[in-house]
T-cell receptor, first 113, second 111 residues
Framework: DSGVTQTPKHLITATGQRVTLRCSPR?????VYWYQQSLDQGLQFLIQ???????AKGNILERFSAQQFPDLHSELNLSSLELGDSALYFC????????????FGDGTRLSIL | EDQVTQSPEALRLQEGESSSLNCSYT??????LFWYRQDPGKGPEFLFT???AGEEKEKERLKATLTKKESFLHITAPKPEDSATYLC????????????FGSGTQLTVLP
């Protein structure tokens, strides 16, 4: 158990809809990262927050957004969903510093019908 | 652009048959190289961090090594429970905070 909690585990929805994925980091970790994992792309970095502030952006679509709340949990919002958004979405957390290991949750599997 | 290439893509071993997985990387200033294990339906599980060339880390049947261009994950006398996908990732210096992952090596250990 990594200590990172993600909900829900599975999400099935339709094209055009909006969903919110939730992540609770390990106790004491201030950084939260979101990744997308698909069969053809592997693990791709989306966005990072540190203590409530956005720190880095990767290959995140404009239809996607995230935030980190004062209690350090984070939410990833995906809107105007397309079939290609079907993937596993992982959250990871770490202590400060980008040479520290990130610890991953077990992900949310998003299926778009 | 940071790049990580893992080989082979898939590896089948008999129980007890030792082997090595390779991770080649191109990065503008390495802050850390990370090895993870991922089981089906689960998130990546952290194994090791290596920070500088020549460094080695060991855990049970696994040993990770690092040079200036690549890292190896040596698996000694593997067991079926070692079957998983092994992922390599790098953290680069500069403003980037994310990990850049390789595509992984899918290891199957047959009893």
């Amino acid at each position: 158990d990594s200590g990172v909690t993600q909900t829900p585990k599975h999400l099935i929805t339709a094209t055009g809809q909006r969903v919110t994925l939730r992540c609770s980091p390990r106790s004491g970790d201030l950084s939260v990262y979101w990744y997308q994992q698909s069969l053809d792309q592997g693990l791709q970095f989306l966005i990072q927050y540190y203590n409530g502030e956005e720190r880095a952006k990767g290959n995140i679509l404009e239809r996607f957004s995230a935030q980190q709340f004062p209690d350090l949990h984070s939410e990833l919002n995906l809107s105007s969903l397309e079939l290609g958004d079907s993937a596993l979405y992982f959250c990871a957390s770490s202590v400060a510093g980008n040479n520290q290991p990130q610890h991953f949750g077990d992900g949310t599997r998003l299926s778009i019908l | 652009e940071d790049q990580v290439t893992q080989s082979p893509e898939a590896l089948r071993l008999q129980e007890g048959e030792s082997s090595s997985l390779n991770c080649s990387y191109t990065v503008s200033g390495l802050r850390g190289l990370f090895w993870y294990r991922q089981d089906p339906g689960k998130g990546p599980e952290f194994l090791f961090t290596l920070y500088s060339a020549g460094e080695e880390k060991e855990k049970e049947r696994l040993k990770a090594t690092l040079t200036k261009k690549e890292s190896f994950l040596h698996i000694t006398a593997p067991k079926p429970e070692d079957s998983a996908t092994y992922l390599c990732a790098v953290a680069a210096s500069g403003s980037a905070r994310q990990l850049t992952f390789g595509s992984g090596t899918q290891l199957t250990v047959l009893p």
